[in-house]
């Protein structure tokens, strides 16, 4: 029964801390493990590049089993990848993953620190990546980190010697992290952080190797192992009912957006930790050997040892009220710990063992998830004893100007509730994403508060100070201040209070192309965050544009309502590239925000605020066709971008299909990993073929190499090899080497300037090797690597043309590139030179 008992706390841990934003409730095996950790002092930090990098089963291990305080080091926050649940693009992709990784943290026990680096895109190799981040600034942040945080031990996921096998970010981590270990002692560099910190020296560093850096298992197991250590990372907690491995499965799939959603696994696994710097320990069963992680680390630590390892050897799971006064005593002696940096750890460690032991609840919840200034919110506070302790609430404040004086007695389980008002300062900040709040390069975010930097997340809006007195003892316990509310369909829900204009504004489309000098409509869509709202909507553009009505009032009735509001662009006659943006109006202060939500189960539902700007282009462009049919992929933008500049894109099911169905498209496209993603397309090629012999054009973009490369024969009318070679830098040198073919130079002339200002890369898994059928157009390559002819072949084919494309059409033409969109409509036109090819859509 007791086992029965123990199992079923555990399952309840791990739902209720799955839940997103709810506050954390403890059982008592909960209470016990958080007395087991207050009691070890000593900390591991890992250290990679990317959310998913780090190996969840040495975080768990080091957080679950060693007790250790353990962290992750991303040094980005993904902000280059793909998303496999919802729109999020780059910064807005990199505040879903930042939440996916304290996700994953919650679940595993670790904290979560991010560098100002950004995940530019694919790097080959460390050299490029060190030279796109700013180097010196991401190196002080690991060493701010590690200064910070001040590791025993530290574990690299990547090795820093083998430059090239992997991502650039990733080796590139793994070299900041070595030399950082060298650097963090010494008082004389980057002094400048010493106001806010103080220097550290971690005792050993480790690199986290596998079986994969050797190339096979069986490299591994004849690799010299003498300066290695194996952890068995499959250990059975049966505390909480769960193998190691199991909780780091269920950390790792909250990596959603990566789709790393995975089966959960049990039993015994090794794990090999390669020491890199600082020497092995004596015991190699213990990381921590030669390190002291008793409260005898920390000087007056002795006397609180005393009363902590006996309440946690005594530890009663039927009432662990019974340690309150232990724990009481414990609070008072660390409170008078002259070091900073213990004291601070552990009194915020037993604050959550002293509310967990007494089944103290204390919240301030707003009755709106966000107030504006000037605004008044109003907070529910409920305060709640579940225990016989003799507790007092004598006062709550929140902010610095709101402070309600109380002085009651809580009783056990009889609840208080009290109303507070909140007033919101007139001159308040809105609620930020500080790496998001200025104007950011492609490879580092700004930040300027030193506080900050290293920190998930911005502090939260506001904060709740409990003040009670617990027996005779004297206590001050903080909550944020929260929004908690329910939905029918997904009961009680949990949200960040935070502080909004009183209006954003959002421009419908991010790029506008304009293909010829004709007017536009440019919609904007205001949303209103208070009731009544009543000001004006300004549109902000660029020299030689001209906007018929630049200003508009705005009347909205209701808080969370929008209106869209319309103005008449004329573009310049002009080739230009530039911003509009937009200015609102409201009781005398200027607004020139947009709010995007990021709403998913597994994270807190994020209100991001930025710049409300849209690229405008004005292109003179020359096409063919009209009805173009697109295949969708693993999913683009390219069809909204051939709209914008004049195409009616029809979308294609493959599994309609049929002879004939295509011949009334002047061209069909396939989007990114078309062949990759639909299993049934291939069955369909023949019908794709049949309609570029009678004269179509078939573009396929590109498809990855690998495991899952397609066949040529199902892709491609003559042979044609996929590989892996991409060109990454997106400022890489173009040669157009088939100057004289009609792909260049039909309708629009291709120039080397249509090739500036690209974004993220040129492209990737370009062809190799291709049948003589095919004329390459373009040869391009990065640094120090030999061209590559792939990137753009096209072939005659009966009547029409095949054309096969790894360039990154995909990233360039939503964020409206000029060359991108001309190469594109050429090839969608060529052929097409008599006008009575130009056909018409039927049926
Ligand atoms: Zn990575």
Redesign the pocket.
């Given at each position: 029964m007791r086992y029965f008992l123990v199992w079923c706390a555990g399952i309840i841990l791990f739902t209720t801390s799955l839940q997103a934003q709810s506050p954390k409730k403890y059982t008592p095996s909960d209470i016990y493990q958080a007395v087991q950790k207050l009691n070890f002092l000593g900390s591991a930090l890992y250290v990679?590049?990317?959310p998913?990098?780090e190996n969840t089963r040495l975080i768990s291990y080091f957080s679950n089993e060693v007790k250790a305080r353990t962290a992750y080091l991303s040094l980005t926050r993904g902000d280059g990848g793909q998303n496999l649940i919802g729109p999020e693009l780059q910064e807005l992709l990199g505040v879903l993953r930042t939440q996916e990784l304290l996700a994953a943290r919650r679940v595993d026990g670790g904290e979560q620190f991010f560098t100002r680096a950004n995940d530019f895109g694919f790097s080959k190799n460390p050299d490029e990546t060190l030279s796109i981040w700013d180097k010196e600034k991401v190196l002080a942040d690991v060493v701010r980190i590690i200064r910070d945080f001040k590791p025993d031990i530290i574990v690299n996921r990547f090795d820093h010697r083998t430059s090239g096998t992997t991502?650039g970010?990733?080796t590139a981590s793994a070299l900041l992290s070595v030399e950082a270990f060298d650097i963090t002692a010494n008082p004389s560099v980057y002094s400048e952080q010493l106001k806010n910190t103080s220097v550290w020296q971690p005792k050993r560093l480790f690199f986290n190797t596998s079986w994969w850096f050797y190339g096979s298992r069986e490299n591994f197991e004849k690799a010299d192992k003498s300066n290695m250590l194996k952890v068995d990372t499959g250990v059975f907690y049966p505390m909480i009912g769960l193998s190691n491995n199991e909780i780091a499965a269920l950390a790792s799939s909250q990596h959603r957006c990566q789709g790393f959603g995975r089966l959960n696994t049990r039993g015994s696994q090794e794990e090999y930790i390669e020491l890199v710097k600082g020497d092995l320990p004596a015991d190699p069963d213990n990381l921590f050997d030669g390190i002291d992680t008793s409260w005898s680390r920390v000087e007056g630590g002795k006397e609180i040892g005393e009363v902590l390892y006996a309440l946690e050897k005594n530890f009663s799971f039927n009432d662990p009220t019974v340690h309150l006064n232990d724990l009481l005593k414990a609070h008072k002696l660390i409170k008078e710990l002259e070091d900073d940096h213990w004291r601070r750890l552990k009194l915020k460690e037993l604050e959550s063992i002293i509310s967990a032991v007494t089944g103290l609840y204390l919240e301030a919840s707003s009755d709106n998830a966000s107030a504006y200034p000037g605004n008044t919110a109003n907070i529910s506070i409920e305060a709640l004893n579940r225990s016989n302790a003799e507790i007092v609430l004598h006062s709550v404040s929140i902010g610095t100007g709101l402070k309600r004086n109380l002085n009651k007695p809580l009783l056990n389980n009889k609840k208080m509730n009290e109303k507070l008002e909140l007033q919101i300062p007139e001159d308040s900040s809105y609620s930020s994403h500080y790496w998001l709040s200025q104007p950011w390069s492609v490879g580092m975010y700004t930040v300027d508060d030193p506080e900050l930097i290293g920190k998930p997340e911005s502090p939260v809006a506001y904060t709740a100070e409990f003040h009670l007195s617990i027996g005779n003892y004297d206590i001050k316990l903080q909550r944020p201040v929260v929004h908690r509310y329910s939905r029918p369909d997904k009961g009680e829900l949990y949200q960040p209070f935070i502080i909004l204009p009183k209006a954003t504004a959002s421009f419908s489309e991010k790029v506008m192309v304009f293909a010829s000098g004709d007017a536009k409509d440019v919609a904007l869509t205001i949303t209103a965050h208070k009731d009544s709202l009543a000001g004006e909507v300004q549109l902000k553009y660029p020299e030689g544009w001209q906007v018929e009505n630049e200003i508009q009032k705005i009347e909205i009735a209701k808080r969370g309502d929008q209106k869209t509001v319309v103005f008449r662009v004329i573009p310049p006659a002009n080739e230009d590239d530039n911003y509009f943006s937009s200015v609102l109006r409201v009781n005398g202060r200027e607004i020139s925000k947009e709010l995007v939500t990021i709403a998913y189960d597994h994270i807190p539902t994020q209100s991001v605020l930025l710049e409300s700007k849209a690229k405008a282009v004005r292109l003179n462009i020359d096409k063919y066709g009209e009805h173009i049919g697109y295949i969708v992929g693993a999913g683009d933008k390219v069809p909204e971008s051939l709209e914008q500049i004049g195409y009616r894109v029809h979308l294609i099911d493959p599994a309609d299909i049929e002879a004939g169905s295509l011949d009334k498209y002047d061209a069909v496209v396939t989007g990114i990993r078309a062949y990759n993603v639909l299993d049934n397309l291939k069955f369909k090629q023949r019908f794709l073929f049949d309609y570029v012999q009678s004269g179509g054009n078939l573009i396929l973009q590109y498809n990855t190499a690998g495991r899952w490369a397609p066949q040529y024969k199902d892709i491609a009318p003559y042979p044609l090899t996929l590989s892996r070679d991409r060109v990454t830098n997106e400022n890489s040198e173009v040669d157009i080497i088939a100057a004289n073919h009609p792909l260049v130079n039909f309708p629009n002339t291709i120039t080397a300037e249509d090739f500036d200002g690209w974004v993220t890369e040129r492209g990737l898994y370009f062809p190799k090797e291709w049948d003589p059928a095919f004329t390459p157009i373009l040869s391009m390559k990065d640094q120090g690597e030999s061209p590559t002819e792939g990137s753009l072949l096209v072939a005659p084919y009966g009547k029409g043309y095949y054309i096969y494309t790894g360039l990154s059409f995909f990233r360039e033409l939503p964020a409206g590139v000029p060359g991108a969109y001309k190469i594109f409509a050429n090839m969608l036109s060529i052929g097409k030179a008599d006008p009575e090819n130009k056909s018409e859509i039927k049926g």
């Open positions: 990679a590049a990317h998913d990098d991502h970010h990733h």
